[in-house]
Nanobody, 119 residues
Framework: QVQLVESGGGLVQAGGSLRLSCAAS????????MGWYRQAPGKQRELVAR???????EYADSVRGRFTISRDNAQKTVALQMNSMKPEDTAVYYC?????????????WGQGTQVTVSS
């Protein structure tokens, strides 16, 4: 069974840092884009950062310069380093990966990890 498992969420004060990690497991023959999304209460899920298989990155305007996405293709992991955090970063963060498994490409999502930034 293919799955993505996030870790690293928690409570942090404004100005602090957190690092999220996401690991893919199962019989996976290829991984394309990987990314982090977040959903705050009452809001739609939004892209935070995305990274291609060759390392090209894309960030939401609200996090550019504060967050850094990285991946390890050999380990099938993606990480999000979050610095200078703000209360508005509070949300459930989800890992997403486009992977080739069971004969075709599709998007897989992790279960989400809560990030809370106190003021």
């Amino acid at each position: 069974q293919v799955q993505l498992v996030e870790s690293g969420g928690g409570l942090v004060q404004a100005g602090g840092s957190l690092r999220l990690s996401c690991a893919a497991s199962g019989i996976i023959l290829g991984i394309d884009d990987m990314g982090w999304y977040r959903q705050a209460p009452g809001k739609q899920r939004e892209l935070v950062a995305r990274i291609t298989s060759v390392g090209t990155t894309e960030y939401a305007d609200s996090v550019r310069g504060r967050f850094t996405i990285s991946r390890d293709n050999a380990q099938k992991t993606v990480a999000l380093q979050m610095n200078s955090m703000k209360p508005e970063d509070t949300a459930v963060y989800y890992c997403k990966g486009r992977m080739f498994a069971t004969g075709f490409w599709r998007d897989y999502w992790g279960q989400g990890t809560q990030v809370t930034v106190s003021s």
